[in-house]
Every structure is written in structure tokens, then in C-alpha cells.
Nanobody, 120 residues
Framework: QLQLVESGGGLVQPGGSLRLSCAAS???????????MGWYRQAPGKQRELVAV???????NYAESVKGRFTISSDNAENIVYLQMNSLKSEDTGVYYC???????????WGQGTQVTVYS
């Protein structure tokens, strides 16, 4: 069963940067052949929302609110997905979750989440 572990969250001032990592284990070979890998976030009192997704073949999609500031990337050999977050704003505060959405019949997977707090 696929397991996802996020890291890299923390406290940062507006305008700062953070890089989140999501390490996947339990998969046979490259997870990117079998899953679309995404980052979601959930702010207090709000629904979980998609931030960025990395598709098979390298395509990416981003929420409008993070375009030009966030970049999703991967280390295919190590089955790690990154989210580079630049020019952070207070509205980026939330718990960030890594998600694996299968292309086939496997179950989706979620990480436990990592807290990002942007404060002034």
C-alpha cells in the first residue's frame, strides 16, 4: 500500500519561501507511472483545495492563486514530489497534504499533512 510522508513545513514571513517534500514508499517502481501526484491545502475553517498537480508525462496544473509563485517537481528515481513555494502570503497558511491519485484501480493515498504558517 502506498504511503506518503510530507516534510518541510514551518513558519515563514510574507515574501519568504519554503520547499515541501513528499516521499512515497510502498510502490513498485516509479509512482509517477501509476499516480498523478498533487499537493492540497486546507486553511482553518475552509475546505481542502488543490494547489498543484504533477501528471504522468510531466504536465502540471496549478491553482490560480499560486501560479507564478509555486512550482511542483519530482525526483523520479527517489519517488519524491516537491512543492517550491516562493513569495508566500498570509493566505497561503494551512495544512499542506500530499496526494496520490491513481490512473488505474489502485486506492488513492494521502499524507498526514505538514503545517505552513505565513505570519508578519
Amino acid at each position: 500500500q502506498l504511503q506518503l510522508v510530507e516534510s518541510g513545513g514551518g513558519l515563514v514571513q510574507p515574501g519568504g519561501s519554503l520547499r515541501l517534500s513528499c516521499a512515497a514508499s510502498g510502490a513498485s517502481g516509479s509512482i509517477f507511472r501509476h499516480y498523478a501526484m498533487g499537493w492540497y491545502r486546507q486553511a482553518p475553517g475552509k475546505q481542502r483545495e488543490l494547489v498543484a498537480v504533477l501528471l504522468r508525462g510531466g504536465g502540471t496544473n496549478y491553482a490560480e492563486s499560486v501560479k507564478g509563485r509555486f512550482t511542483i517537481s519530482s525526483d523520479n528515481a527517489e519517488n519524491i514530489v516537491y512543492l517550491q513555494m516562493n513569495s508566500l502570503k498570509s493566505e497561503d497558511t494551512g495544512v499542506y497534504y500530499c496526494n496520490a491519485e491513481p490512473y488505474g484501480g489502485k486506492p488513492r493515498a494521502w499524507g498526514q499533512g505538514t503545517q505552513v504558517t505565513v505570519y508578519s
